[in-house]
């Protein structure tokens, strides 16, 4: 559940951020500006920000699914410390 709340999480800010970062290109503003509005006035790069939430995500329903399967608790433990 972890996962794929993480993941929707990712997906939302990566969709809403390059909506964002698509409107503001269309208002011609000069090249030399930067977005400052919606998700892009709380960071440099949301959209790679949700991208790194989605894999993530995609990370934590993979281990899980491979972790149900193992009988053995030391490859489990080892599974779950991949992530560091």
Request: net charge positive.
């Amino acid at each position: 559940i972890a996962g794929v709340v993480l993941w929707a999480i990712g997906f939302f800010c990566e969709t809403i951020a390059d909506f964002h970062k698509f409107a503001w290109r269309l208002s011609k503003k000069p090249k030399s500006e930067f977005i400052h509005t919606g998700l892009w006035q709380w960071s440099r790069a949301p959209n790679y920000f949700g991208e790194i939430l989605l894999w993530w995500g995609i990370y934590l329903i993979a281990n899980s699914v491979a972790v149900s399967d193992i009988p053995n608790e030391n490859v489990k433990k080892a599974l779950w410390a991949s992530i560091f």
